[in-house]
């Protein structure tokens, strides 16, 4: 941990009373009782009943990324040197002793003392364990408050993540900036866009998409970055905040005519205009200077500093990649002198056309290698849908710099089932195995969208922690006792059937055709065999009716079956179905943005931003999100298909679109939760056909392939 990192724990402190060991000698008592307190507040709201039965000691000698974990007369001990380690110690104990799970869909705690169980010694060869992706910004997070941000901090300790990315706040330190270099409110809000799409304005992507910003979000934002940085801290983990990428705006332009800047369109489409300055320009080391400054004054100091460069987009063919990458670092040094440049490598596997070996070498070449940490966010795609090089290999171990492995379980929020889950649970061996110079010192997941394919999230935590791979088959016989606290006989049906559909293979956009204006989206979702899992899944109804996390699953699946029914969905019942889900409800969306305190007139505005990102979008990024959520289906997807389906020209369907996106007016009422599940069941009640006898110790065919 440097010492920023370290400085900013201190920072937040507080002196709270120790539960554990002695520390050793140079341990201050207000650091240890920090730290087990924080891990212990954790735990008490996952249930407020764990503390009870859970020591946690601090070990100020224990090597981070480790855990230890032993029961004493029914007292669950956890042993660790940092509070992630010991959430990490408590949820690793949980589950593997089947006593519950922590998922976006709800939670389940078995109260009672622990059985005698062996000793639990956990240990990590990852440095650092990643999360979030900079999109997840705008398609998750964009409008949360601090209780549901400290949930999902929570998850994030219980998974063991300690380099998660902390990007809320990034315009009101911009602002300060533009302020002090001359640009007026009117300008400094027109320089930004509206809250659900921050995340491609700070790539360089947009602008100008439900411009202006009101100048209320800021003071909301750095009240509640404050409180993300804060706990993060205090857990021990290290954040990677938002740097300067040289992204300005035209206002800046105008202020300043004589500045060098790039004028780059995402994707090469005209619609998409940004304007970065370039950095060799002084204004840039003056700019980042500045924000950093204003950023450490803010929110205290820190040491990964976020920088994203020609992110999705081409670049001059003259231009010296070399030295404009020198020439950041120089400013970042210059401002941070123990600063470190974390930048996301999507395209280095997503345009190698763009992107060869040659160039990214030469981009890397003039950057000392300890100033530098890449995140190579895709491994899945490489791997099962470009089917490429290893990015790694393919640039030589990233020329020694320090780098990620992480993967994109999902794009846009979508809730459509999939995932290779054999290729999640062996991955990690490959990547631990290949040689030193060429090894990652951190391990990630990068989702554009959370709260969906939970079981991936799962899977995907523990792999950090088992270098030596998962067996899959195993693994989900404990997950399932964890989720629902039993393990039905048909559950080797349904996971029989998704490991041969949706969850054994890998699709980059899971969606349906009727989530789109016809022949504007094609059905890329794989609904293969989900019929025969969802009759598993209803054959359990007479163990695990009313079972939370059991008919959260019902419904979930049921709706994505029913979406596939052809010529035409149910689209009532689909709703119906998940209006009594937990999370894939539209009302729960919106409630969050119109939340988010300001005017009334700033909460329409802000109700209009969550509207407009998972339906238009913006020019050529339409139904991209393409969410199967209760009142986005009643209200939109199947107006919007009927329209269709008499005969609406497209000046129409725009105008119904628009229409939706600019009437701020909630959701309509919704048809019957309980019924449509009780209906779904009765349906789907006749016995499941899923070919040869299958059982999760002896292994089944696709796995194999």
Known sequence: MG????????????????????????????????????????????????????????????????????????????????????????????????????????????????????????????????????????????????????????????????????????????????????????????????????????????????????????????????????????????????????????AFVRHYPQAQVMRLNWGGQKRFNTVLLHPADPLFKELTKRYIRAWEATFGPCQYWLIDLFNEMPIPPELDVAALAAAVNDALSSADADGVWVMQGWMFGYQRHIWDANR?????????????????????????????????????????????????????GKTGYTGNLAFYATHVAQIASVPVAQRPVGFGVAPEGLENNEVIYELLADCAWSPEGIDLLSWLRQYTQCRYGCYPEQMDAYWQALLAGPYGSFTDHPRFAWQGRSGRVPETIDTRHTEAALRALVACAPVLKGNPLYEADLRELGAIVLGAVKPTPDFAWMDALLEGHPIHRLATWLAFAKATPGTPAEQAYYERSARRLVTTWGPGVEDYSARLWSGLIRDYYAPRYRLEKVGASREALATFEANWVEQVRGCSPANDASEALNRLIRHYASPATTGAPFSLTEGNQSQKE
């Open 3 to 250: 010492w920023k990192c370290v400085f900013g724990l201190f920072l937040c402190l507080c002196s709270f009373v120790c539960i554990g060991e002695t520390p050793s000698v140079g341990v201050k008592d207000s650091e240890v009782g920090a730290v087990v307190e924080t891990a212990a507040g954790v735990l008490s709201r996952f249930s407020p009943e764990v503390m009870q039965q859970v020591r946690l000691e601090y070990i100020s000698t224990m090597a981070p990324g480790t855990f230890e974990a032993t029961v004493q007369e029914g007292i669950l001990l956890i042993r660790g040197a940092t509070g992630v380690d010991l959430c990490r110690g408590f949820y690793t104990a949980l589950r593997q002793s089947g006593r519950g799970i922590n998922s976006w869909t709800g939670k389940r705690f078995e109260r009672g003392a622990w059985k005698p169980m062996a000793p639990l010694r956990g240990r990590t060869p990852f440095q650092w364990r990643y999360f979030f992706n900079a999109v997840t910004f705008g398609y998750t997070t964009a409008f949360w408050d601090w209780s549901r941000w400290e949930a999902e901090i929570d998850r994030l300790a219980m998974w063991g993540v300690n380099f998660p990315l902390a990007l809320t706040g990034q315009e009101a330190v911009m602002a300060q900036v533009y302020q002090e270099m001359g640009l007026t409110e009117e300008e400094i809000g027109a320089s930004f866009c509206g809250p659900a799409h921050l995340p491609w304005l700070r790539m360089g992507n947009i602008e100008g998409i439900d411009a202006p910003l009101p100048m209320g979000w800021h003071a909301s934002q750095v009240t509640l970055q404050q409180q993300i940085l804060m706990r993060m801290r205090q857990l021990g983990m290290e954040p990677i905040v938002p740097g300067f990428s040289g992204v300005v705006s035209e």
């Open 360 to 412: 990214v070498q030469q981009l890397l070449s003039r950057v000392p290698n300890e100033r530098m940490v890449l995140l190579d966010l895709a491994a899945d795609y490489t791997a099962l849908l470009w089917r490429q090089t290893p990015t790694h290999q393919y640039y030589d171990g990233f020329y020694g710099k320090r780098w990620v492995n992480s993967y994109i379980p999902n794009m846009g």
